[in-house]
């Protein structure tokens, strides 16, 4: 019967041309050996644009709260800066729910990063806009930790993870504006 032949003939090379790829552990080391990379590179503007925004955002917020104190109860939490006050910081705790903790806050960089990106369907209005309430919450923040001699120990805690994160809400932002 030719009809069943070339039915059976057509699932086989059916078969060969769409089969997934076997998976190796070489594609994976050249993305992020080299794809990934070389796609930040070619996105270089609109990742120094997040970058600016970002920054000069905290920046701003920075200033604001120093010149103006009562700016910092617009954006920081009550909780948080009664903590402060008392000379002590609001994350001190984390290490002994570490696992509850690290699976949030995870959760809510991964949320935040996504929404960044996808922010960008609104002609990229909605990313600078996270970009820059990141930013300004950053400042607000550092300054009143240095208002209240606690620089040291926010940024013995931002630095470490919050390079990755910042790096990570940088790149989403470029995506969303390229978006």
Known sequence: ??????????????GGIYRKPPFKWT??????????????????RYVACSVIVLSSFALLGFGLALKEPGFIELLVPESMIARVEEGKVWFD?????????????????????????????TF??????L?????????????????????????????PHGSLELSAVCIAGASGLIL
Do not use: K, Q
């Open 93 to 121: 705790h984390l290490h002994t729910v570490a696992p509850m903790a690290s699976s949030w806050l995870m959760t809510h960089n991964i949320s935040v990063t996504f929404l960044t990106v996808a922010a960008g369907i």
């Open 1 to 14: 019967d030719v009809l069943a032949y070339l039915n059976n003939l057509v699932l086989r090379v059916h």
């Open 27 to 44: 594609s994976l080391t050249r993305f992020f050996a080299r794809d990934f990379p070389g796609v930040v590179r070619d996105a270089g």
């Open 131 to 159: 970009l820059a309430i990141n930013g300004l919450l950053l400042g607000t923040v550092a300054a009143l930790c240095f208002r209240h001699g606690l620089s040291l120990e926010l940024w013995s805690f931002v630095l």
């Open 124 to 129: 990229g209005i909605d990313t600078v806009y």
